[in-house]
């Protein structure tokens, strides 16, 4: 069955690539550590079966369940508190709104701004279309300047486009050295939290991680997080120390000043920003910000949103290239990859402002139980099920669509609670950008896909478009009543089945309201 | 202006002691499904001294196609919805109530932008101008109707859930615990973990049905942990959910809207309808169970 | 092949709507009408407004600095980071100083530091290492060095942050960065309130590579419990002067 009605869980696509990283656990004798998810993804924007199917694996595992439940839970109460301290929090978020929305208005203009104020001292600016393109850039730098190896910072955009894999294909190592990404990078996993991406493991299984990807790691190392990031600090401090070549992302870029910002904890940043003589910078184009009195906005709306800090330990900004200090060669590229895509859509656009805090992860009840990998995406929770569509082009001619897509799945993957909005540091209506998106993914290129859930709404609309029709179907209730007796039901037929599955069903009325309204005469 | 003169009459009316002339947009589900909530929200409105009119034009707010992806599809549905409750813009009722904040929700944040993108704009204005007449049950009362003491009896340990849609879309805040506070002889409970989503979301339930599975049974635990007999909210689809849960855990503790416990007293008091679960199947079951 | 520039702003234009000439909004802020809750905030009525079209609501720069509650709200700020933190008057630094610094071999300290600050490090026994712009010291001396003493640009009360700038006095930034113990001295006059008069007072040399430094480095990417001291200096020491 490839389709049923109301796009129900069906038949899973399978992903078919394989071959992704160093196979984890076979060294020492330690327990086999496999990756997360499973099969490697063709596509960091785009893999494994549909979310419905993804998370029916994912929630079957009670340690990640046990992982994530208390890890968000964390978060959460902890952002509550230091944005709850703050007076002028909602006048915050109303600014970093305004300025994001500015931000897009002006886009063209900002971005040609940024560019000349970098040139100006003494960076260089590529521009790139897509992920390919930025891969090459990035390459062709590191190639340039003869390195095997370069160190990263965790970044997105980086992510986004499998840069990794691509330096990879050209003899390059890049190695990741944010602690979590490093675990992820050792394991073969695929991160699943912007933030925390090794949120899915737990101690004992980053002890195995170490144990087996580290060459360096103490033959006697214990699964004690403090003895597991000194075990990683001494095994990246000598990687720091002889890297020639940087690679990060930015949080945010100053149109009129050309300063660039990474916003960090552990110094990784730092030491990625800080001693390699060559920095390359991959962005995407939607984080500039026009002023740098901007700063102001979100240096407060971020760290407090992500780690639910008042302040995150280390944030570096850089402008261009300070003579003396710091790298001495500064690549800032500005990539497109899908964002003038989403662009495009008056409704969905906001997606673009989201500055990756991670905070609509941490509230999201549906996250929360699923996880990221069955988001099938680098992005993933409510944030990804409106970013990742958007920048594929899911309701496109050609573009991601069907219940069946694993990107086009992913706007349904949400009870549109509203956690995320008020979340949200910069505002960005999920639930509406949603529910756009359901619809776009319903109507590709603007028609209704003729399938059962398109042919069952048009019913529906026909018998709620009307008292009368309406009265006429709520006596079809009526009938299941009295065949059903008015009691429960435990187990009902596909697809009752799926509301079955974990509740019963309800008992069934006699009579509509209706109908009792009219019997009595108008009266109840 | 005519949407604020026709509001400001139903509140002075209410403050003269003269009564409100309500509409009750019953919403589909409750109609069908759950007949209870709107014979007890026409109970309390008329007990209170109120008016109740229902239209029999009504039939759905749209929010099911609308959040399934199907806005276009939903327009017939959303005009017939604003042709129905017009007659509030000129006078007829004061005010348009409906025992679900959900579909309140729908009513003012969803028709006027599917109006807009699929409809036509004169349709968006006539849906902007009756949503500002449409509250939600919790809301007519305490802001239009201005009473937290219904004059209700409800001798049982209550916990309540804040939907949603009540909780962050219509911000509703303490008005359903204050009128319940006002309820003689109800115990009301604190529910654990309460703002966290039961995993209902219309059709989510189904197409994400091991994710609403797992959302619902936690929300399940959370009403056993509180203590209550009962638990409640303004909306009968989360409390369908929750209480399907309920009913499969086999404890005690079972769903009752908002609005019977108000409209229960002394005299006429809230029976529990006793229908026990079926053990098998309705139907015969067809290729999929 | 075409020019990825020119594709890309001919992309960002078409996607607003835009032909390639003409003419871009200015800068007036207008908060787009996309839902019902963004509308709440329309020019009209909405909140304050800077000049540029902001709505700027928050509390913005104050101006004012070292006042004493500021202090001593940085200094609760930096104890809940785990940072330790003296007090002092002008003349005790030196020997506070020293004390800070008892155990490390050697300090390392940027060429435009007070010199003053330094008088009890010889007696202490702790060898002084200065980083100079034009001799300056390898990336495996900073790291083989146990500390390094800075001053700083500005410190942020409510944040318990500390930024430096790169200024004589700081110097560069991986001198603060290799050695384990940071020691950072900060005037009383330094404190501002909050990260607004931070960002204003910095803004005035955007150019110059910015550090800002909220308590020892951490990570909390292990079941999210909280380890001080993964790459950066694993202990942070401010001395507060005035």
């Known amino acids: 069955m490839s389709a049923v009605p109301l796009g129900m869980p069906g038949r899973r696509v399978p992903d078919g690539q394989v071959g992704r990283g160093p196979t984890v656990g076979r060294g020492r004798g330690d327990a086999a550590v496999h990756p997360l998810p499973a099969t490697p993804p063709s596509d960091p924007l785009r893999w494994g079966p549909s979310f419905p199917e993804a998370a029916h694996e994912t929630l079957a595992d009670p340690q990640l369940r046990a992982n994530l439940r208390r890890a968000t839970r964390t978060i959460r109460d902890k952002r509550l508190a230091v944005t709850g301290e703050l007076p002028d929090w909602e006048a915050l978020r109303d600014a970093g709104a305004a300025v994001k929305a500015d931000v897009m208005e002006r886009l063209p203009e900002l971005l040609v701004e940024l560019e000349a104020s970098v040139v100006a001292r003494g960076g260089t600016v590529h521009w790139a279309r897509d992920a390919a393109e930025a891969n090459a850039i990035v390459v062709g730098i590191a ?5 095997r190896e370069v160190v990263k910072v965790k970044s997105m955009a980086t992510q986004e486009i499998g840069l990794n894999e691509a330096l990879a294909d050209a003899g390059i190592e890049a190695v990741e050295t944010d602690l979590a990404e490093r675990i992820v990078q050792l394991a073969g996993d695929m991160p699943s939290h912007i933030l925390v991406p090794a949120i899915h493991r737990n101690r004992a299984q980053i002890r195995d991680i170490f144990a087996a990807g580290m060459d360096d790691a103490p033959p006697d190392l214990t699964d004690d997080p403090h003895d597991l990031a000194m075990a990683a600090r001494a095994h990246l401090r000598a990687r720091f120390l002889r890297a020639e070549v940087a690679v990060s992302g930015a949080n945010l870029a100053i149109a009129d000043t050309g300063t660039v910002a990474v916003v960090e904890s552990e110094g990784n940043g730092r030491m990625c920003l800080t001693l390699p003589r060559v920095l390359v910078t991959v962005m995407g184009i939607e984080k500039v910000l026009p002023t740098f009195r901007d700063l102001e906005v979100f240096l407060q709306l971020l760290p407090r949103s992500s780690t639910g800090e008042r302040m995150n330990p280390y944030t570096s900004m850089w402008t261009g290239v300070t003579p003396g200090d710091g790298p001495q060669e500064f690549h800032l590229v500005l990539l497109d990859n899908g964002r003038t895509r989403a662009l495009a859509d008056d409704v969905g656009r906001q997606a673009l402002h989201c500055i990756r805090c991670s905070a609509c992860l941490n509230v999201c009840p549906v996250y929360e139980r699923a996880g990221g990998h069955a988001y ?29 897509d694993p990107t086009a799945s992913l706007p349904f993957a949400s009870t549109l609670c509203g956690a995320c909005y008020d979340a949200c540091p910069v505002k960005i209506d999920i639930p509406s950008a949603l529910v756009h998106l359901r619809e776009r993914a319903t109507h590709p290129g603007g028609a209704a896909t003729p399938t059962p859930t398109t042919a069952a709404m048009r019913v529906a609309a026909v018998a709620l478009g009307g008292g009368t029709r309406f009265r006429w179907a709520a006596r079809g209730v009526s009938v299941a009543a009295r065949l059903t007796g008015g009691r429960r039901l435990r187990r009902l037929p596909w697809p009752g089945s799926l509301w079955t599955a974990a509740r019963d069903a309800p008992a069934l009325p006699p009579r509509s309201f209706r109908d009792l309204w009219r019997r009595r005469g108008g009266r109840a | 202006m005519r949407a604020r003169r026709a509001a400001r009459s139903a509140r002075s009316r209410a403050d003269e002691e003269v009564g409100v002339r309500i509409a009750l947009f019953t919403t589909c589900l409750v109609d069908a499904v759950f007949p209870g909530a709107a014979v007890a929200t026409v109970r309390l409105l008329e007990r209170l001294g109120h008016e109740v009119h229902v239209p029999q034009g009504q039939a759905c707010c749209g929010q099911m196609h609308v959040n399934t992806g199907y806005a276009p599809e939903a327009v017939g549905i959303v005009r017939n919805h604003v042709r129905t409750f ?14 679900s904040g959900s579909c309140v929700g729908s009513v003012r944040h969803q028709q006027s932008v599917v109006a807009r993108r699929h409809g036509d704009a004169r349709l968006a204005h006539t849906a902007e101008q009756v949503a500002a007449h449409t509250y939600e049950l919790s809301e007519l009362l305490v802001d239009v109707l201005g009473v937290t003491d219904v004059g209700a009896w409800f001798p049982r340990t209550v916990t309540y859930h804040p939907t949603c849609h009540s909780l962050r879309l219509l911000r509703v805040g303490d008005r359903p615990t204050r009128l319940l506070r006002a309820v003689d002889g109800l115990e009301l409970v604190d529910l654990p973990d309460a703002d966290q989503c039961c995993g209902f979301g219309g059709t989510f339930a189904l197409k994400n049905a ?35 849960a309920l009913s499969r855990a086999g404890g005690r503790a079972r769903a009752v809207h908002l609005a019977e416990i108000l409209a229960s007293t002394r005299e006429r008091p809230w029976r529990p309808e006793q229908r026990p679960a079926a053990p098998t199947t309705a139907a015969p079951a067809g290729g999929r169970a | 092949m075409s020019d990825a520039r020119q594709d890309v702003l001919a992309a960002v234009r078409r996607a607003l709507g835009r032909g390639d000439g003409a003419t871009p909004p200015s800068s007036g802020r207008a908060v787009p009408q996309v839902t019902g809750d963004t509308a709440r905030h329309a020019p009209d009525g909405g909140p304050t407004r800077g000049p540029d079209g902001t709505p700027r609501g928050y509390r913005g720069p104050t101006g004012s600095a070292g006042q004493a509650a500021d202090v001593d709200l940085l200094v609760d700020r930096l104890l809940d980071y785990r940072a330790s933190v003296r007090r002092c008057s002008p003349d005790e630094l030196p020997a506070v100083l020293a004390q800070e610094l008892e155990g490390v071999p050697g300090v390392v300290v940027p060429a435009g530091l007070d010199r003053a600050w330094l008088a009890d490090l010889d007696a202490a026994g702790v060898e002084v290492l200065v980083d100079d712009p034009a001799h300056p010291l390898s990336h495996a001396a900073l790291d083989a060095v146990g ?23 700081q110097g560069r930034r991986v001198v603060t960065l290799l050695p384990d113990r940071h020691v950072c001295v900060v005037a009383h006059g330094q404190v501002v309130p909050g990260v607004p008069d931070a960002v204003a007072l910095l803004g005035e040399h955007p150019e110059r590579p910015l ?3 909220s308590g020892p480095s951490a990570t909390s990417d292990i079941e999210l419990v909280r380890v001080e001291g993964v790459h950066g200096p694993r202990d942070l020491r401010v001395v507060l002067v005035g």
Do not use: F
């Not at chain 1, 190639?143 to 390195?147: A, C, E, L, S, T």
């Not at chain 2, 017009?86 to 025992?99: I, K, Q």
């Open chain 1, 376 to 404: 099938g995406s680098v992005y993933p929770g409510p944030i990804g099920a409106i970013l990742t569509p958007q920048l594929l082009g899911v309701g496109d001619t050609g573009g991601p669509s069907g219940s069946h």
């Open chain 1, 143 to 147: 190639q340039g300047h003869g390195v």
């Open chain 2, 86 to 99: 017009a007659p509030v813009l000129d006078g007829e009722w004061d005010a348009v109530v409906a025992p």
């Open chain 3, 211 to 213: 550090t800002w430094v």
């Open chain 3, 147 to 169: 500390a390094a003493l800075t001053a700083c640009r500005v410190a942020v009360a409510e944040t318990g942050t500390i930024v430096l700038d790169g200024a004589p006095d």
């Open chain 2, 210 to 244: 091991d994710t609403s599975g797992a959302m619902v049974a936690d929300k399940a635990d959370a009403v056993a942990a509180s203590g209550a007999d009962v638990v409640t909210a303004g909306d009968w689809s989360c409390l369908m959910n929750i209480d399907g």
